[in-house]
């Protein structure tokens, strides 16, 4: 399973975003923008069970609304609060400085990327090690602005 696929189910909890089914033996991967060739980033597709995705696509199930308002607020809690907010401010400002461990899925998804350490200055008895990629700066990428600003999440 792909990085993007594994993200996919965590952050539905392996269960169907729109009726909440947990059988992962009856899920499939929605596109939510169809076009040709298929567009296969993470904000691009939902996880739903075979019954609601083919309900969908008859007219007669969730609609294109519903289903984006459902993947907004998925992606807000999958990308986490601080990761969101580190993200609007590197568009806001052109670079974040933050904690890896707080910003590492949003590198992974391409949204970010490292630019520099922050240089610490020290005081006496403290060890440069101690610090040492505790914090760095960041810069958003194109594919990070295109996400706030396709979701106006900026």
């Known amino acids: 399973m792909s990085t993007t696929e594994d993200l ?3 952050e539905c ?13 009856a899920l499939t991967i929605h596109h939510l923008e169809q ?4 567009n296969e980033d993470y904000d691009n597709k939902l ?6 995705h083919h309900c969908h696509h008859a007219g007669k199930g969730p ?4 289903l984006r308002d459902i993947k907004r607020r998925l992606m807000t809690k999958t990308l986490t609060v601080p990761g969101l ?16 461990f707080l910003i ?14 922050v240089v610490v200055l020290l005081r ?24 706030l600003e396709k979701w106006a999440l900026k």
């Open 13 to 25: 909890d392996s269960s169907c975003a729109y009726c909440g089914l947990r059988d992962t033996r």
């Open 47 to 52: 996880v739903l069970c075979h019954n609601c």
């Open 8 to 10: 996919l189910y965590f």
């Open 85 to 100: 907010n580190a993200l609007k401010q590197a568009y806001r400002r052109g670079q974040v400085v933050a904690m890896p």
């Open 35 to 38: 076009v040709k060739p298929k």
């Open 63 to 66: 609609t294109e609304d519903e």
């Open 104 to 117: 590492n899925h949003l590198i992974e998804q391409q949204y970010l990327e490292y630019k520099e350490p």
């Open 124 to 147: 006496a008895g403290q060890n440069a090690e101690d610090f040492e990629g505790s914090t760095a700066v960041y810069t958003i990428t194109t594919r990070g602005r295109q996400f």
